[in-house]
């Protein structure tokens, strides 16, 4: 059996295993399965890139220039205010493309370290018009991607509410934006007599970072504990054979009396849902206590039709 060297690398080792797999007719899938593995070309690139960045830590470079860009200013500035050869003309459009540019940007960037995103600070009127503990300011950073909420106005108050929050959006993963949340100000923009279509170009239009002052519609402690609903399961559910659900993939299938922690009841046909114990810590679909009654008693009801007792008169 070759052996390997102490400079092998991971890429290097993964081909001899690749080698070493031998047809074994007791596993014959688990071999073929693991061939298939070791010999995708993306995981062989995955390991190349691991090394280089494993080679790259132990020689610990450090940039030469922390601002590439600024240079490339000066030196361009200076190719344009005199006479020039073709070269210098090549090098001057080179230096021009916005291409390198970017790639000067982003350099000065890595060099100097500054990956955390500049916040302005807060206004300082911002909690003169409400009682400190009923207003929550938050402040969430946002490239082009939509906020991933909703708004409506109540018609009894004329409140601005946020009506849905879009799962994986900017607004669900900060965990500060609520459904129920009455909004005021956008980036120090009152929208109390603002149309919700205003308020969604004024939120469209926010790059960067975007403040929002925020009437929480429960307390945090309140949220906190009505999130928490334990329930054990009286059917076995596998979402692989349910037609009706929205995502099979994002289904969560259960056995009969597994107990069922539901975190989310927002959807008044599909929960959010994981099994208790469970080491995968994402929630997965399954169906409401309503939607599940009402299923069942539509297939009782179709079974009864399609089945009609046969009534026999006497001789």
Same mark, same amino acid.
Request: glycine share 4%; net charge negative; hydrophobic share 35%.
């Given at each position: 059996?070759?052996?390997? @060297?102490?400079?092998?690398?991971l890429h290097?080792?993964?081909?001899?295993?690749?080698s070493? !797999?031998?047809?074994? @007719?007791?596993?014959?899938?688990e071999?073929?399965?693991?061939k298939?593995?070791?010999?995708?070309k993306?995981? @062989?690139?995955?390991?190349?890139?691991h090394?280089?960045?494993?080679?790259?830590? &132990?020689?610990s470079? *450090? $940039?030469?220039?922390?601002?590439a860009?600024?240079l #490339?200013?000066?030196?361009?500035?200076?190719?344009?205010t005199?006479?020039?050869?073709n070269?210098e003309k090549?090098?001057?459009? !080179?230096?021009s493309?916005?291409?390198?540019?970017?790639?000067?940007v982003?350099?000065d960037?890595v060099a100097q370290?500054?990956f955390?995103p #500049?916040?302005? $600070?807060? $206004?300082d009127?911002f909690d003169?018009?409400f009682?400190?503990?009923s207003?929550?300011?938050?402040?969430?950073?946002?490239?082009?991607? /939509?906020l991933?909420?909703?708004i409506r106005?109540d018609e009894?108050?004329?409140a601005?509410?946020?009506?849905?929050i879009?799962r994986?959006?900017? =607004? %669900? &993963?900060?965990?500060?934006?609520?459904?129920g949340?009455?909004l &005021?100000?956008?980036?120090?923009?009152?929208?109390?007599?603002? &149309? /919700?279509?205003?308020?969604?170009?004024?939120?469209?239009?926010?790059?960067g970072?975007?403040?929002?002052?925020i009437i929480?519609?429960v307390?945090?402690?309140?949220?906190?504990k009505?999130s928490?609903?334990?329930?054990?399961?009286?059917?076995?559910?596998n979402p692989?054979? %349910?037609?009706?659900?929205?995502?099979?993939?994002a289904g969560?299938p259960?056995k009969?009396?597994?107990?069922?922690?539901?975190?989310?009841?927002?959807?008044p046909t599909w929960?959010?849902?994981?099994?208790?114990g %469970?080491t995968?810590?994402? =929630?997965g679909?399954?169906?409401s206590?309503?939607?599940?009654?009402?299923r069942? *008693?539509?297939?009782r009801?179709?079974? *009864?039709?399609?089945?009609?007792?046969i009534v026999?008169?006497?001789?």
């Open positions: 059996m070759p052996v390997l @060297s102490e400079d092998s690398g290097e080792t993964l081909a001899l295993l690749t070493q !797999l031998r047809p074994d @007719s007791n596993h014959k899938e071999m073929g399965f693991l298939d593995v070791f010999s995708e993306s995981l @062989s690139y995955l390991m190349k890139i090394e280089k960045l494993r080679h790259y830590e &132990r020689q470079p *450090t $940039p030469v220039l922390h601002s860009a600024g #490339v200013e000066d030196v361009i500035e200076e190719l344009q005199a006479p020039v050869n070269e090549e090098l001057l459009q !080179l230096l493309t916005p291409h390198l540019r970017a790639m000067l982003v350099h960037t370290k500054n955390d #500049v916040l302005p $600070p807060l $206004p009127n003169d018009d009682d400190e503990e207003v929550k300011i938050v402040r969430l950073v946002k490239n082009k991607e /939509p991933g909420a909703t106005r009894h108050t004329g601005v509410i946020v009506a849905r879009m994986g959006g900017a =607004a %669900d &993963r900060s965990g500060l934006v609520h459904v949340d009455e &005021r100000e956008v980036n120090g923009i009152a929208v109390l007599h603002k &149309r /919700p279509e205003e308020i969604s170009q004024i939120l469209a239009q926010s790059q970072s975007i403040t929002l002052k929480p519609a307390k945090e402690e309140d949220r906190l009505d928490k609903v334990f329930m054990r399961a009286l059917f076995c559910y692989k054979e %349910d037609r009706a659900i929205p995502c099979q993939e969560l259960f009969r009396r597994h107990i069922l922690e539901v975190v989310s009841q927002d959807d929960w959010q849902a994981k099994r208790v %469970d995968n810590l994402r =929630a679909l399954i169906p206590k309503q939607f599940q009654e009402r069942l *008693t539509y297939r009801t179709i079974g *009864t039709q399609q089945n009609p007792k026999k008169k006497p001789l």
